[in-house]
């Protein structure tokens, strides 16, 4: 599977160049002053967030990360070079730990895409003997020794940020909704677990191309996920930080006699998983209304006034009913009556190596 979401590295920064011990000799100037340069400074281990990323799954195909050494101090007032940093591209979303003997400690969470933590720093290059020239000694015969860069245990840990999650069960239509709202093409198949990693989408509203809201489509949750049944509550980090939930129940799936079951099933998943997940607004949809007679379609309607809830329903697949339930997403991003939503991300699904490649 190509979506991993933890993953543990060393990262080493580059040492610091040696200062060097010089002393300038020419044809008439026999005792030339010092002359021995300072080493360049190693190279630092950077961080940065990349929305076109969804995945931890370079890390574990290579756990080892340096920068490069700083140069040593050379003759004639020579400075090393300093040492090339090396940044390494993570999703956003992503929480870096450092791990030690005495547990561990989050360095930065990447909830930017503008992110970019310094999480080892290189060490200094050491000066040079001209740097000790004083009054006192005029002709020092030492240099610095370049000091060590940090090296660090560090754990990954991505849970992705989005504005909207989506919940339900296996076959509910998660995908199919997320593909008719947003340019993400997940899979989408008449079985249950067809999604096996999350999917980003991002909804743009077509009279403000600025308005956008970033979905994550997840793995559906079975009863008993929680305790590790179907693919277990493991994608449910990644609705955690959302901002509000829409929750999917397919109406093929549901019974009549009490069509609300469905949703309280998840919901109590939510809650043995995360009791403040339980409390996060949530849309309620019925999908696949297409599939109803208009006879039972009406009943369930009916079914839905008398419980005073507010139900949306729709067909993500013929493309019925998506208009109001975007709309309550676009209010329900409002703050103050402004749209507020999370910009930072852009991508799709998991960005293929290749297609990657090729665009950048
Ligand atoms: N008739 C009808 N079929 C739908 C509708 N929405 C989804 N489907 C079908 O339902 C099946 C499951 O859809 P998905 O979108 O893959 O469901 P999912 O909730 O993402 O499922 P998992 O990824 O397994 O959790 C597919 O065959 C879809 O074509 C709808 O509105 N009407
Ligand atoms: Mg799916």
Known sequence: MRFIDEAQIQIRAGRGGNGCVSFR??????????????GGDGGSVYFAADSRLLSLYDFRLQRTYEAKNGRPGEGSQCDGKKG?????????????YERTDEG?????????????????RGGRGGKGNEFFKSSTNRAPR??????EGECKTIRLELKILADVGLI????????????SVS???????PYPFTTLEPNLGVMIDETDPDRRLVIADIPGLVEGAHAGVGLGHRF??????????????GVDEINMDDPFAAFALINEELRAFDPSLAERPQIEVFNKIDLLESMALSELKEKVARAQRNVFFISAKEKIGLAAVQSALWQSAEVNGTHKALV??????????DEYAEEF
Not at 104 to 119: I, P
Request: glycine residues 10%; positive net charge; charged residues 25%.
């Open 344 to 353: 930072t991300q852009k991508c799709g699904p998991l960005v293929d190596d």
């Open 168 to 179: 339900g069960l296996p076959n509910a239509g998660k995908s199919t909704f997320i593909a």
């Open 84 to 96: 090339e940093d090396t940044i390494l591209h993570l999703p956003i979303g992503t929480q870096i």
């Open 183 to 189: 340019q993400a093409r997940p899979r989408i198949a």
């Open 25 to 38: 000799r020419e044809k008439f100037i026999p005792k030339g002053g010092p002359n021995g340069g300072n």
């Open 104 to 120: 561990e400690q989050l360095l930065a969470d990447l909830t930017d895409k503008e992110s970019l933590v310094l999480a080892a």
């Open 236 to 249: 449910l980090k990644h609705v955690e930080r959302t901002r509000f939930l829409v929750h999917i129940v």
């Open 142 to 147: 030492f240099a610095q020794k370049g000091e």
